[in-house]
């Protein structure tokens, strides 16, 4: 008997039809993402690097790029930290409300942005529920930075835990249970046992939460006023400035969120990479 077992094809159609999908795949990827992507850098260096250096270093450019690093810089670390903790209690735990957290969890996905947007307006907007009460005490959420900041959070809560929650339920508790056995406290469980084996789900999630907050535009438009030079994001003034017919200038910062995006697709071919490596170590170690 031979020691080579035959070749099974997946699938039986003809080679024609193969080069068919991935040629019309190839052209969709072409016309709708990378000619786009290819006439932002085309359209913002049309008239001169100097130019396109002037419309970075206008002053409400530079605000509207440190406003988005900051809601960023605070929204990605609150996301890091509710997405490990809801994550461990929902992979290593039974509770009851488990589904209703599952579902919270899902609801940014499902909601509008402009809806949430609209939902914090209703809560902290001058007529708002707490609306008096800020005023009375001479805090400002709607059209404010703290406002863009719960917007930013809200929309981009989910893609930790997400990324985390189907890994470490298919990793299982055995060896969290195993060190508490051995002594470990809680802390030591989590440092030494399960942050090593999400740490690649977790730097993953991290990117796309990172992406989405610095691109998010729909919520943040609606509680931002669109103060220029004090309210407006990257997102907001690119819209601004195509409004007013500053192509130049407006393709300028949109290369910027442009540059942004490459840069995230190539940290996340990387981690996919090394998240596939510790899948199937993983794998190879349970069998």
């Not at 052209?27 to 049309?46: D, G, T």
């Not at 994550?87 to 949430?116: H, M, N, Q, Y």
């Not at 339920?169 to 002594?183: F, I, M, T, W």
């Not at 192509?247 to 969120?257: E, G, H, I, K, T």
């Amino acid at each position: 008997m031979s020691s080579h077992a035959p070749v099974k094809v997946a699938t039986k159609e003809p080679a024609w039809l193969r080069f068919t999908l991935i040629g019309v795949a190839l052209a969709f990827l072409s016309f709708f993402l990378f000619v786009p992507l290819v006439a932002v850098f085309v359209e913002a260096f049309k008239k001169g690097v100097e130019v396109y250096l002037e419309a970075i270093r206008e002053p409400d450019a530079l605000s509207a790029i440190w406003l988005t690093l900051i809601a960023a810089a605070i929204s990605v670390p609150l996301n890091l930290v509710f997405g490990v903790a809801a994550s461990w209690a929902i992979a290593k735990f039974e509770f009851r409300g488990k589904s209703l957290l599952l579902t919270l969890i899902d609801l940014p996905f499902s909601v509008s942005p402009v809806i949430a947007g609209l939902i914090y307006m209703l809560v902290f907007g001058l007529q708002g529920w707490f609306g008096p009460w800020l005023q009375a005490h001479d805090l400002k959420v709607i059209f404010a930075v703290p406002g863009i900041v719960l917007a930013t959070v809200f929309i981009t809560f989910p893609f930790v835990a997400r990324e985390l929650i189907p890994l470490m339920q298919a990793q299982g508790r055995e060896q969290e249970e195993a060190a508490v056995v051995l002594g470990a406290s809680g802390w030591q469980v989590f440092r030494r046992v399960t942050l090593p084996n999400i740490k690649w789900a977790l730097l993953y999630g991290v990117i796309l939460c990172n992406a989405r907050a610095m691109g998010e535009f729909g919520a943040v438009s609606v509680v931002s006023g669109h103060i220029r030079g004090q309210t407006n994001t990257m997102p907001l003034h690119i819209e601004i400035l195509y409004n007013e017919y500053q192509f130049a200038a407006a393709f300028a910062v949109a290369s910027l969120l442009a540059g942004l995006a490459l840069v995230t697709l190539v940290l996340k071919l990387w981690v996919e990479r090394r998240l596939e490596q510790q899948l199937r170590a993983a794998k190879e170690t349970t069998e």
